[in-house]
Each structure stands twice: as C-alpha cells, then as structure tokens.
C-alpha cells in the first residue's frame, strides 16, 4: 500500500475524527449540535456507528451518520409538535426505519412532508417508508434525474442490504424558490443552480439561522461534482455565504459552522488549477489525479473523487454545459484505480 493509499484508508476509518480544510479548531466556538459524540456501534457488529439525533434548535434537528463516507449521509427534520418535514431520507430502509423512529422517539407527529435535496440514493431510497403518507418535495430535475437513475445505487454496489426499495420521486416541484410553513416555522427551499446535481435544493430556515445544505458541503469529505458542475459548485457556495446561517448540516460529516465553506472553496479552485494544468499539458484526468500533491486535502476521506471531479472539470474547460451527463464507468473506474485499485466502499 502506497503512502497515499494509506492516507485514503486512514481518512475513511470510522474511529478517525474529521479532519482538514473547513473545520473548527480546538479553540472555534461550535454551532448547536457540533461535536455530538458519534453514538453507539450498531447490534449488527459492524464497525460503522449507529445515526445519531442531535437537537439544533427548538423543534429542528439533525439525523447524523456517522462517519459520513459513500453512501452514509445526514438528515433532518423540523416540527412544531403538529406537523413534522423530514429533509432527506436514507441508503436502506433499516436506515430509513431508524429515522423514522427516532422521529417518533422525540415526540414529533408522523411525517407529513418529505423535501429531498438531490436524486442521489442515500438521500432519496428511504422515501417510500415515508410515503404515501408525507409528500415528497424536491425540484423538478431531482424529480427527473431520479427516475431516470432507478436503482442507482444497486448498481455500484450490488451487495448492499437495502432493503425494500419503492423508488419515491418527489410529486410537488419546484424550479428556482418555494416557502414551506411547519407551524410558525419557515422553511426555504432554494434551488442554487446546477451544483452537484442539476436538481439541488438548499434548505434555509431562516428565523433559527439553520441550513441543510445537502452534499453541496462535505465536512470532513472530499466534494462530489462528477454529475454536476465545479463553476456552480463555487457559485452554490455564494449562495449558502449570502445565508448568513450559524448552523450547517451538510450532506455528509457532523453539524458545523459557515466556516466550512471556505474549506471547500479552496477545494473547489485547487481542482480547477489541476484540470487547467493538466489539459494544457495533455494528461487524462486519472494521470493529472495521480500525479497531484494533495497537501492538505489528502487528509478529506473519499480523497479518491478528485479524479472524477477532473473528470468533470475538464468537460467545461472544453465547453460542455453544467451537469451533462459524463461517462460513469469510466469516472467511478478511475476513482477505483486512485483508490489502490480497490472499489470504493459503500457502508449503509
């Protein structure tokens, strides 16, 4: 095993704490619910801890799964003891199970409303045991790209116990603003443009300074943009600054501060450096990968998505639209070859 394997195996061990660009120091204030200990390990004797529930303000919190990696994203929900909205679901049904128990367990009322953030799997399989009784919300390219991606993660990773699957496309869409009421709470959903899917939505509760801001931030992961877009992924995080929120929940990796985007984007412009540099000299996306010094980003766990973000990057230097499909075998090929030759690991 190379030394930047090692670091890839290291960053993706459950026991490690996030580390690298974007996160609080020992000595930086932490939002509500930030450095919530990651909670038991699971009956099943896996190595991967159990979600976690942890409260951000009256009547919202945050469904964290622990240690973030592929397919291991977070949750939410916001209630006023009459109705409830789930934002996101899960990977499997035993996950989305123990979401929506955990939601009965505090007390809140049966879902009414489900609003996802994106079309990805591990944010969209867990909506059937939520429907038909919550309506699913979402926009209307997360709509389309979930119907047309099926069972999407059955096919990365055949050997995951998922469950029973009921495909659950949102049914209220919306393309660019829409205002969700949960009581006397106000809930935004707004679409930043194409990001990390073309159908994103970031979800803004602005009276308690709380967003969602689904896998548009990573925090402690390496950002995905292989079916999105690097020039929307900056400008998203425009959007997410001009909040002003003091508490994020990303997609994946424990609840944080704003201070997390500036970890991405400098994240975001090492990639876009790396993919000027190596189309001018006429390197593939995977020989660019191979050949950076990742400094201080080796430390991001997944750090093998660099090449399939070159992969992206590298088709709008050449002119391609934000969010055009690209080849999925060879970008999720070449992430196995960074990763050691190994595939990736799906641990929900």
Do not use: K
């Not at 402690?220 to 600054?241: D, E, N």
């Amino acid at each position: 095993m190379d030394d930047a394997t090692a670091r890839r195996t290291a960053a993706r061990n459950p026991a490690a704490p996030p580390t690298g660009p974007g996160i609080s120091g020992p000595n930086a204030t932490e939002p509500p619910g930030a450095g919530t200990p990651a909670g038991p390990p699971p009956a099943d004797g896996s190595s991967v801890p159990e979600p976690y529930l942890t409260e951000l303000a009256a009547g919202v919190h945050a469904f964290i799964q622990p240690d973030g990696g592929w397919c291991l994203n977070n949750a939410g929900f916001v209630t006023d003891g009459d109705a409830t909205l789930v934002v996101d679901t899960a990977a499997t049904e035993r996950r989305a199970r123990l979401l929506r128990r955990r939601i009965a367990e505090s007390g809140a009322p049966a879902p009414r409303t489900v609003v996802n953030t994106h079309h990805h799997g591990d944010h969209t399989y867990g909506n059937g045991v939520f429907a038909p009784e919550a309506t699913i919300v979402g926009h209307a390219s997360c709509r389309r790209e979930l119907l047309a991606a099926g069972h999407q993660l059955h096919t990365v990773w055949p050997e995951v116990a998922y469950g029973d699957i009921r495909l659950t496309p949102p049914e209220v869409t919306y393309t660019d603003e829409l205002t969700l009421h949960v009581g006397d709470t106000e809930v935004r959903l707004i679409h930043p443009g194409v990001a990390h899917t073309t159908g994103d939505t970031i979800v803004w509760l602005p009276r308690e300074r709380i967003v969602f801001a689904g896998d548009l931030v990573f925090h402690g992961g390496t950002p995905f943009l292989f079916m999105g877009s690097l020039a929307g992924s900056l400008r998203a995080l425009r959007t997410l600054r001009a909040l002003d929120a003091v508490t994020v929940v990303p997609g994946h990796g424990p609840v944080t501060g704003p201070e997390v985007y500036d970890g991405i984007e400098r994240y975001l412009r090492f990639v876009g450096r790396l993919a000027e540099e190596g189309r001018a000299a006429g390197r593939t996306p995977l020989e660019t990968a191979q050949e950076a010094d990742l400094g201080p980003f080796a430390e991001l766990a997944e750090s093998e998505r660099l090449v399939a973000n070159l992969h992206r990057a590298y088709a709008e230097l050449g002119g391609a639209a934000p969010g055009v499909p690209l080849d999925p075998i060879a970008g999720f090929s070449d992430m196995a070859v960074l990763n050691g030759g190994v595939p990736m690991a799906c641990h929900a």
